[in-house]
């Protein structure tokens, strides 16, 4: 499996650096996204969802947060860099040495109670229905996809979150593996975002020491 995440997040980044659509200059969208003032609901949505992708992958990652390659840098670069951060830690943590536990979670105890919170997991979750209805009602799929044909930004987001919602499958199975989870439940994980908060908040446990 680890040749396979490797194989995908290096054509992830040379479809990025080669044939996403080439803007010949600025990129018409990547200013009014990146400083919220977009009119179109479906680009907000999707560039929203990009953002809670990265906390939902943290409270799943963060809690257990055990193995010889730390978690929380790649976390922390999802923020920025969606699954080209998060695949290399799937990489290093299929097989090998890295995959090797610790007797310790290195996580913060109190960061380890926001990330276990049940509180967390229903705020970001009614977050995440709000704005997916929010692009889902207000949207258009005309200019979405005029945006994605004519924008590397757009472009690369969209294939961003198809990636991150697949990973989020392989990362539910890696997990199940301790949670024991019925070995179907990795596949709530094609429900973007959602399947994995619901994942997490299922598999929830008090904080240890």
Same mark, same amino acid.
């Given at each position: ?19 996403? /659509? ?14 919220? &003032?977009?009119?179109? /609901? ?27 390659? /730390? ?16 695949? /290399? ?10 995959? !090797? $536990? ?12 926001? =990330? !276990? ?28 996809? &005029? ?7 757009? $472009? ?19 997990? &199940? ?15 973007? =975002? ?10 929830? !446990?008090?904080?240890?020491?």
């Amino acid at each position: 499996m680890r040749y396979i995440l490797l194989v995908i997040w290096l054509a992830f980044i040379g479809y990025a650096l080669f044939f996403t /659509p080439d803007t010949g200059g600025a990129d018409p969208y990547l200013r009014s996204l990146l400083t919220l &003032q977009s009119k179109e /609901p479906s680009l907000m949505a999707m560039f929203s969802l990009l953002g809670l992708y990265p906390l939902s992958y943290a409270c799943l990652l963060l809690r257990g947060d055990d193995r010889r390659v /730390p978690a929380w840098p790649f976390v922390l670069g999802s923020f920025a860099l969606g699954a080209f951060a998060l695949l /290399p830690y799937f990489i290093l943590t299929a097989s090998g040495r890295w995959a !090797e $536990h610790r007797p310790r979670i290195r996580t913060a105890r109190s960061i380890r109670g926001s =990330v !276990e919170g049940a509180a967390t997991h229903w705020i970001l979750l009614l977050i995440t229905v709000g704005v997916i209805a929010y692009g889902w009602i207000g949207g258009h799929s005309v200019a979405y996809a &005029q945006a994605f044909n004519s924008s590397s930004f757009v $472009h690369t987001m969209t294939i961003d979150f198809v990636v991150l919602t697949l990973l989020s499958v392989y990362a539910i199975h890696q997990d &199940q593996r301790v949670t024991r989870q019925p070995a179907g439940i990795m596949w709530i994980g094609l429900i973007p =975002v959602i399947g994995l908060l619901l994942y997490v908040w299922r598999t929830r !446990e008090p904080v240890r020491s």
